[in-house]
């Protein structure tokens, strides 16, 4: 980033602030300012020039001028590419300042992608000179240069670790700045393959830390990350986290994935930008390990509705020595709730099973019934995951299909109804669900006491009336509701109007 402040005065005073210089287009606030303190009066042959050193592109598109109503003849030095200084002139003329407004040129600079230009150079200062003429013609001229600008440059570590659980290789992959870098990397993408031996598990890549991402899952062999920008706050500990499952086909000589990771000096699309690689060539086997305690959790049904029972089945093993004090966690995704389990959690817990010491070869399962929440939408997912020791955990995921909820509700004019008093009521009937409800229909049934108008005592008008011991029973098709499709959100209303007999009992 590169910041000037130049102030050319009649006192012929010149201040530079300059910083650091990456490898990306300059934003507003980092932009080049010349700040011309001229006299209150009206002054002539004002021309001004700045000498960007050999490492700095000069933007013509992005200058601004303030202060002066006569916009400047502009003369810029070939080349202009940053392999050599640039010298750029601005002739203003005459100037009338008797408003004291001064002249302000602002405008960006951007460092070159040239081989010499790397993180820690440090770039000549910037040079400034101001010329003018008084009313009496005599030449006043004033120059100053700034201190060095030091080029900074993204760069990103690559890290992965791989552990096996009983099914699935856990492919671990982190990102952070190292301890050099102080500009953003821009354009990050972060692309795995894996071997032929190794099938990626459709859905389960995911962002564990880090800036807003996209997955992009390409094929079962090969799958991406992209980040519009990784600032330097990721750095040391604080990591970008990524992490996906992947099914071992052949546990023999069970060879690593291969991931390249790219990014850019500047954001978009730039002809001057700089591009960086990392990489992992996935050299060397997986070290294989030998599991204490294994665990796996299995959900049913699959998929599952809003509103439905989710049933999860934990299955643990110790496959070595005597395991002692073990316990299990389960975590539960946050759109289901506990039911119900078997054996029963700890007590005052909903997802932790004290096990004690399990001997070699040992085995248990764990029953557990949940429920779905009724407002999950449709087509998401659900993710659950047990563990037990400190290196074996599974996870579940569980799609959630759409389906439609109907509720009705039947609210009365009076909770009172005297003999020989009417009544009125209206039945409103409502899709709660995230599906589409289909020919919903409506039956109410009148106490036999009541007194019902066929013609008038209902709008809509039944499609039925019949009575028996029941009553007297009401009924709507979805002609009458106009109901063939009622989607979610939607409603309807059906009011009514009772009488009760003037002999009837209370």
Request: proline share 6%; aromatic share 6%.
């Amino acid at each position: 980033m590169i910041k000037n402040s130049i102030v050319l005065a009649s006192c012929l005073l010149v201040m530079i602030a300059l910083q650091c210089a990456a490898l990306d287009d300059l934003d507003a606030e980092r932009e080049v300012l010349l700040i011309v303190d001229l006299p209150a009066t009206v002054v002539y042959d004002v021309t001004v020039s700045d000498l960007l050193p050999k490492g700095l592109i000069y933007k013509s598109a992005s200058l601004r001028i303030s202060g002066s109503e006569i916009y400047p003849k502009e003369a810029i030095s070939d080349p202009n590419d940053g392999t050599s200084g640039v010298n750029i002139t601005w002739y203003f003329g005459e100037v009338n300042n008797t408003m004291d407004q001064d002249i302000r040129i602002g405008f960006q600079a951007m460092v070159a992608d040239a081989p010499d230009i790397q993180a820690g150079v440090v770039l000549s200062g910037e040079k400034a000179t101001l010329r003018w003429r008084d009313s009496s013609g005599c030449l006043h001229f004033c120059s100053d240069e700034s201190d060095g600008v030091v080029i900074i440059e993204p760069d990103l570590i690559l890290e992965r670790s791989i552990r096996q659980d009983e099914y699935y290789e856990i492919i671990t992959l982190q990102i952070s700045h190292s301890q050099s870098s102080s500009s953003p990397a821009f354009d990050v993408d972060l692309s795995e393959s894996l071997p032929a031996e190794m099938a990626y598990l459709p859905g389960s890549a995911e962002i564990l830390s880090g800036p807003d991402g996209k997955i992009v899952e390409s094929n079962p062999s090969h799958l991406m990350w992209h980040f519009d920008a990784i600032d330097s706050s990721w750095v040391n500990a604080k990591k970008v986290i990524l992490s996906y499952r992947a099914i071992p086909e052949n546990q023999s000589n069970l060879h690593r994935p291969k991931a390249v990771l790219s990014w850019t000096s500047a954001a978009g699309e730039n002809p001057n930008e700089r591009k960086y690689f990392a990489s992992d060539d996935g050299e060397g086997p997986i070290p294989q390990s030998d599991p204490e305690l294994a665990i796996s959790m299995i959900d049913d049904p699959d998929p599952v509705s809003p509103g439905g029972i989710l049933n999860y089945t934990v299955n643990y093993r110790n496959f070595k020595d005597h395991a002692i004090w073990a316990m299990v966690h389960v975590i539960y995704d946050g759109n289901v709730s506990f039911l119900s389990a078997s054996p029963s959690p700890d007590t005052g817990t909903e997802g932790q099973w004290t096990l004690g010491d399990i001997l070699p070869q040992r085995s248990g399962t764990i029953n557990i019934s949940t429920r779905v929440d009724p407002a999950m939408p449709g087509d998401s997912e659900l993710m659950s995951h047990a563990q037990i020791g400190s290196n074996s955990a599974a996870i579940s995921r569980t799609k959630v299909i759409g389906t439609s909820v109907l509720k009705i509700e039947n609210n009365a004019s009076s909770p009172i109804l005297c003999p020989g008093s009417s009544l009125n009521y209206t039945l409103t009937f409502k899709n709660e669900g995230s599906e589409d409800a289909l020919n919903v229909t409506v039956t109410d049934i009148l106490d036999g006491h009541l007194q019902f108008d066929e013609v008038a005592g209902s709008t809509p008008r039944p499609s039925r009336i019949w009575r028996d011991d029941e009553g007297i029973h009401l009924f709507w098709n979805a002609e009458t509701l106009r109901s063939r499709v009622l989607s979610p959100g939607q409603f309807g209303e059906i009011d009514l109007q009772v009488r009760l007999e003037d002999r009837a009992e209370s």
